[in-house]
């Protein structure tokens, strides 16, 4: 076979370059890229090597993929490494350039090149199973055990879809070698190109679809998603070169959309856009592609899971573009982030910080505005009716500005950052960073009321808490820019909103104006080229310019005009020869995409007056290099940086704007760092890289041994962990001081451990244990379970949504469904919203829980032998171990994790107490009430403290039900269940509990048909309530039955859940916590959907409207025509089949039903029901037809009065309407009539059914039917 190398195009390639890249017949087993550094530069691997990193492109080049297994040039970190630029900012540029570059590309490479090899090499070429391949270059599928899975990197990951569609799943999905996961659907073909009125052109691009997904399964499923990354792979096999195209996905299309171009139900389409890297030739080659020009070609498209383009492109591309020109250059603070220095410097440096054990100090100015003759700070929003405006000078002098607002510690951090023109803030977990910078923000505002302030967070979560405090403080004029927040109230605050109202200059109009022409000529030809080349590869006939031709395919109809197809089109001549076509087409697109971008810049115009008149701009990191441009122009002088530790270093360089004179960074470096993929570029596996070390880490304490480091304050006063808890952070933070509202934290109810802080570690690691105490703790509320993986959270979910509320972070929601470890609807089954945060047991990884706490915190370490996995990293075990409030457990192996220091002290630290393989449950209430768990199943064996509460509640009601926690009734999950004694305005009492809200009165008054055809009663109120009737069982999973109501039958059935006891029996709750009421003849039902059991329910009381003499009717005719008593076109209408679409599903001619009947009475018997038939509600029921058959046949009207009564006497499950129709079954009309007769047989049924309800009615309000009611 022919080497397979890459097409060049007439892109700028390094000096003196030959490429030697081809596509290898073997898998290239690496799990890690080698780097090298030099004084001369990068020796040229491929065509995208460049000495000068402004000339690189930020997406790899087809023969860059080739070479993806090649050293790497990537210099070291420290001053005195090799490097061709001298010590300075642009060395430091092109360092964190080439590193972010590596962590967000590399992996785009990998994939690349696996599915080229995959998609393009024959299979005689390809190694056999037998071989020694790498388990990570073959298909997915192979299941694993949880504990087998957690701390792999290349892995296969577990198929839990269905065995038949297992093959068709492995044809997709892909995994690297090194890790990276992908998907990749073979016999692609660009189908055609349409024009975009934004885009300028799409790509439609066809792919043999997985089976799995044809049809509309694709919709539902997390693939292909909009806005997500993917790559086209092209392979002349003929010339045998390889090109790539990278797009962002626009829409996805189902098979359904390619039948009418030969699909057959197997191939499905996308549409695509263009990335804004894209260039003319890509634009030309395309276009060459849908003519069909280039013969031998086969094509590819991969998928990227979670890759956006604008995740990266923004910040590596405002990295080229930043100049070190001039005395400032586009960084601000560029003596303190990367000083020029001779190697003399960095020599003497190196030495004097050796030589005494420490780092020397550098001087920070002050800020240049608070340096101006007369300016001070306006303090008033800290102070009450005190001196509040402080000077440079008064600063300096004070020791402390005895303000309640702040501690002695935010008093001493607050000054400083005032003091300091570049301030750096460590707030251990607790203390109060937050809240800092919003009074900072507040400060800074009053102090200079028309400059604008930038709020900088790295997540839109940060941000949006940032905000809320910022508006709960008073703070008006926000704006927020972008719109990847998800809560409702920041819409007004979006600069695309504020935008709208604001007006153009006369110059922006007409610029506008001349815009939008140019874009629409454009637009008009390019669609015209798009449709006319279209509907020559389809066939069409040439029709008049008119014609609309609909297509089978999803999306807009298009126009098709004629002119000679490829002759003159709109107006434009254009060349009949397809490239002179192709080419025409190219400018084009080039001719839009310039006029978009002086639209683009009046509209930045408009921004950039909103911006400036606003008090606080917020923005996230990657929009802060989005917008830098616009930053520049509104003139941003002073910068916060909310979890500044959390953020990459070339992130930070984005935002510091060279208008910049004050920047604030408050974080904490001991708390987890940047989030790097790479783990060649981590501190921990690198120390030469370092690219999680962030700015504020590298400022305040830098490993770099000849790197000064700057000073900074750190806050003490923890208000969140009680002293126990607190002191596993003291390990950390030996300064750490607890405030004295920590003491008052209640105990953990239920467990004993609650003088050491509620801390228990356990030798075991088995799963259950942690989902049992979990389940065992919930009543408390504000639970979190805590685990460092997330293959170990999607276990987690699925079996503690069983039994309790589950609530998942939106980040790692969004990786369990990408990882396609969760469905669509089960990660989303439960939102914060839905249920009360309190009531709701938080599921999450321990790195999206930063920033986070809850009352009790259970951290699963999953491990149990070999190494501690992540859990040896010391900052991710300073977060998992500081966002409990009053209790804290983990579940792990204290052999496993004492192979780490900081474990090893805290093991030493709780001492053989507090560590075991058991745990000691008591009464939270009563002591001596206490039981010993060591095994899981203890937990459900533990018995219930058998004291009583007895504790008077708000109304002055005791409490009867059994011992629980106080905190309970203060959260009003426990509502007084006595009587209430409170009179309504109608007179009669409320017949709710004390605990309810009377609302309507539910009296009973009078006893009424419902529309079901059951008995009922109407209330006082006016309405009715709902239908108690039981029409059938149903045996649930947990093996006991249900009675299937009336009214809740179409809820219930089917539902296969267990029910409400067992529950509540799973979350260690007593039924004795919900409340179950009956009036008369209704139910109220409140609560559980599985009320009907007779267990405790709690939920909303449901109300009917009263049934009237024409509904009944209907119903009745509607029933007679189901069971053949109203003749249809001369025939008798049957009970639907299930292939006519029956409700029931069964099939029944003529005399056959007996022997249904019976088979359906051995089923019931079979599934332990005594008998009992189970009957849909929408149908007549067997016994009731039964009855019809026997009651029809004799003419005794006494007997058929004597037998209505002795339903209705003894309680029948049978409604209103069923026994109805057996009480009057011989004076219906069973002849057979002709097709003109069916009008006269219906009305002939109405009107005896008149008079026959007035008569039921009637028998209803006797003695004989029961207790008479009022009327």
Not at 133 to 155: C, K, Q, Y
Not at 974 to 993: I, V
């Amino acid at each position: 076979m022919d080497s397979i190398r890459a097409k060049f195009s007439k892109r700028v390639c390094p000096e003196k370059y030959d490429s030697d890249n081809i596509l290898s017949l073997e898998p290239q087993c690496y799990n890690q890229v080698a780097f090298y550094d030099s004084f001369d530069g990068p020796q040229p691997q491929h065509d995208n090597d460049h000495v000068q990193y402004e000339l690189i492109t930020i997406l790899p080049t087809m023969d860059e993929i080739l070479a993806a297994y090649k050293r790497v040039y990537q210099p070291k970190k420290d001053y005195g490494s090799p490097n061709p630029h001298s010590v300075g900012m642009l060395r430091h540029l092109d360092l964190m350039f080439r590193q972010l570059r590596q962590e967000s590309i590399h992996p785009i490479k990998d994939i690349c090149y696996v599915a080229a090899q995959m998609a393009f090499v024959p299979p005689s070429h390809q190694p056999s199973t037998s071989q020694q391949v790498p388990a990570g270059t073959l298909p997915l599928g192979e299941n694993m055990s949880l504990d087998t899975a957690a701390g792999r990197t290349e892995t296969f990951i577990a198929d839990v879809r269905n065995p038949a569609t297992k093959d068709a799943f492995d044809s997709a999905v892909r995994e690297t070698y090194m890790g990276n996961r992908f998907f990749l659907y073979e016999g692609a073909r660009v189908e055609e190109l349409q024009a975009h009125e934004r885009n300028a052109i799409n790509v439609r691009l066809s792919f043999n679809c997985p089976e799995y997904l044809r049809g509309g399964r694709l919709f539902k499923s997390n693939r292909l998603q909009n806005g997500f990354m993917m790559a086209l792979l092209c392979h002349n096999n003929i010339k045998h070169e390889l090109e790539v195209f990278y797009f962002s996905i626009h829409l996805r299309q189902s098979t359904v959309s390619m039948d009418c171009r030969g699909g057959n139900g197997q191939k499905a389409a996308i549409l695509c856009t263009l990335i804004p890297e894209s260039t003319k030739d890509d634009v030309l080659e395309l276009a060459r592609y849908a003519q069909n020009l280039e013969p031998g070609m086969e094509f590819c498209l991969v998928e990227f899971p979670r890759l956006m383009h604008h995740g990266f492109y923004h910040c590596l591309k405002r990295l080229q573009q930043l100049s070190v020109v001039g005395p400032r250059g586009d960084v601000a603070f560029r003596d303190y982030v990367a000083p020029s220095r001779s190697p003399e410097e960095l020599s003497q440096a190196r030495l004097t910080h050796a030589l005494a054990g420490t780092r020397s100090i550098q001087d920070v100015r002050p800020p240049r505005y608070a340096r101006d003759p007369g300016f001070s700070f306006d303090l008033s929003s800290i102070f009450e009716g005190r001196k509040t405006s402080f000077s440079l000078q008064d600063l300096s002098k004070v020791t402390s500005l005895d303000s309640e607002a702040l501690d002695f510690e935010q008093d001493k951090a607050f000054r400083y950052c005032l003091t300091n023109e570049f301030a750096f803030v460590q707030g251990p977990p607790g203390t109060g960073k937050t809240y800092l910078g919003l009074r900072l923000a507040q400060v800074l505002l009053a102090s200079r009321p028309s400059k604008p302030i930038l709020v900088v967070c790295l997540t839109n979560h940060a941000l949006d808490n940032f905000l809320s405090g910022l508006i709960g403080a008073g703070v008006k004029d926000i704006v927020r820019v972008e719109s990847g927040s998800k809560e409702e109230w920041t819409a007004p605050l979006n600069l695309r909103m504020k935008a709208r109202k604001a007006r153009n200059s006369p110059r922006e109009t007409a610029a506008k104006s001349m815009a939008a022409r140019k874009r629409k000529q454009a637009y008009t030809n390019i669609n015209d080229w798009c449709c006319n080349v279209s509907a020559q590869l389809c066939h069409v006939p040439s029709l008049s310019p008119s014609d609309d031709v609909g297509s089978a395919m999803e999306g807009p109809i298009n126009k098709i005009r004629t002119n000679d197809m490829l002759g003159s089109v709109g107006g434009k001549p254009r060349p009949a020869d397809p490239e002179a076509a192709a080419r025409s087409l190219a400018e084009d697109v080039d001719s839009h995409n310039e006029a978009s971008k002086i639209t683009q810049t009046v509209r930045e115009n408009v921004d950039v007056r909103v911006l400036s008149s606003a008090s606080i701009i917020a923005m996230t990191t990657t929009a802060c290099a989005n917008r830098w441009d616009v930053l520049r122009r509104v003139g941003v002088e002073v910068v916060i940086f909310e979890e500044a530790a959390e953020v990459m270093e070339p992130h930070t360089l984005c935002a510091l704007l060279p208008s910049l004179q004050h920047a604030i960074s408050i974080g904490d470096p001991k708390q987890l760092r940047p989030e790097v993929s790479d783990q060649c570029l981590t501190l921990e596996k690198c120390p030469d890289h370092r690219l999680d070390e962030s700015l504020f880490e590298r400022m305040v304490s830098p490993v770099d041994p000849s790197a000064a480091r700057l000073c900074y304050e750190h806050l003490g006063l923890q208000r969140r962990m009680h002293p126990d808890i607190a002191e596993l952070s003291r390990l950390t933070y030996p300064f750490l001081r607890d405030h004295e509202s920590t003491k008052d934290h209640e105990p953990t109810f239920g467990i004993n451990e609650r003088s050491f802080g509620g801390i228990m570690m356990f030798r075991s690691a088995k799963r259950l244990k942690r989902i049992s105490l979990a389940s065992m703790i919930m009543n408390q509320g504000d639970i979190a379970v805590l685990t460092p993986y997330t293959g170990q959270l999607a276990a987690l979910h699925q079996a503690l949504s069983l039994t309790c509320h589950v609530w998942l972070d939106e980040q790692d929601r969004e990786n369990l469904l990408n990882d396609e470890q969760l469905t669509g609807d089960v990660g989303r089954s439960r939102e914060k919203e839905a249920v009360t945060m309190e009531d709701m047991l938080r599921i999450t990884t321990v790195d999206n829980f930063q920033g986070e706490e809850a009352k009790v915190v259970i951290l699963s370490t999953v491990r149990s032998g070999g190494s501690a996995g992540f859990l040896s990293i010391e900052n991710r075990i300073t977060v998992a171990c500081s966002r409990a409030r009053d209790g804290f457990y983990v579940i792990g192996n204290s052999k496993t994790l004492g192979q780490v220091p900081l474990w090893r002290e805290m093991i030493s630290l709780l001492g053989p107490r507090r560590i075991g393989p058991n745990i000691i449950t008591q009464c939270g209430n009563h002591p001596d009430h206490s039981s010993r768990v060591r095994h899981p199943d203890d937990f459900f064996e533990i018995p219930e403290c058998p004291v009583r509460c007895q504790d008077i509640l708000e109304c002055g009601h005791k409490c009867d039900r059994k011992c629980h926690p106080k905190s309970l009734h203060k959260r009003g999950a426990l509502p007084c269940e006595h009587a209430c004694e409170r009179e309504l305005k109608c007179g009669h009492k409320c017949t709710l509990p004390c605990g309810a809200d009377c609302g309507n009165c539910l009296t009973p008054v009078r006893q009424v048909i419902l529309p079901c055809g059951h008995s009922g009663a109407k209330v006082c109120s006016g309405g009715m309530l709902t239908c108690n009737a039981v029409t059938g069982n149903e045996k649930l999973p947990c093996g006991h039955i249900r009675k299937i109501l009336c009214a809740e039958a179409e809820k219930l059935r089917g539902r296969g859940r267990a029910c409400e006891a067992c529950r509540a029996k799973d979350d260690g709750d007593s039924s004795e916590t919900s409340n179950n009421y009956m009036y008369g003849e209704g139910r109220v039902v409140s609560g559980s959907e599985d009320s009907s059991l007779g267990h405790s329910s709690n939920s909303k009381q449901t109300m009917v409207d009263g049934l009237d003499e024409q509904a009944f009717i209907e119903e009745m005719l509607k029933r007679r025509a189901l069971t053949g008593e109203i003749i249809s076109n001369g025939a008798a209408m049957q009970p639907k089949t299930a292939s006519d679409g029956g409700s029931d599903g069964s099939k029944r001619v003529n005399g056959d039903e007996n022997v249904e009947d019976d088979q359906r009475l051995k089923e019931t018997k079979d599934n332990g029901l005594d008998g009992e038939i189970l009957v849909d509600v929408s149908l007549v029921s067997t016994k009731a037809h039964d009855r019809d058959k026997a009651e029809s046949q004799t003419d005794s009207d006494s007997k058929q009065r004597l037998d209505v009564e002795a339903k209705h006497s003894s309680k029948s499950s049978m409604s209103t309407a069923e026994a109805f129709s057996s009480e009057n079954a011989s004076l219906r009309p069973r002849s057979i009539v002709g097709k003109e007769g069916v009008g006269e047989a219906a009305s002939c049924a109405e009107l005896e059914l008149k008079s026959e309800f007035e008569q039921f009615m009637m028998k209803m309000r006797s003695p004989a039917s029961g207790p008479k009611i009022p009327t």
